[in-house]
């Protein structure tokens, strides 16, 4: 039997689809300076930007219109 692979811990954050009433996670971009995804329904695409140095806020969860 061949050794299970670690799973990575990917960053992400809840958001509320406005557009579709839908809630699910988008994750933490490669280059590490976004959280990008989209809307599972309609495909609609919401990019909330990472804060330098302590900007920002400690919220998990928003709303994409």
């Known amino acids: 039997m061949a050794p299970e692979k ?3 811990k990917r960053d992400y954050i809840g958001i509320h689809f406005k557009c579709c009433n ?3 996670r988008i994750y933490k971009n490669a280059a590490g300076n976004a959280y990008v995804g ?3 329904r309609c495909a ?5 930007k990472v804060g330098k ?8 969860i928003f709303q994409a219109y």
């Open 53 to 60: 140095g302590g900007e920002g806020t400690d919220q998990r």
């Open 22 to 24: 839908l809630y699910g």
């Open 38 to 40: 989209w809307c599972p």
């Open 6 to 8: 670690a799973l990575k």
């Open 44 to 48: 609609r695409k919401v990019e909330v």
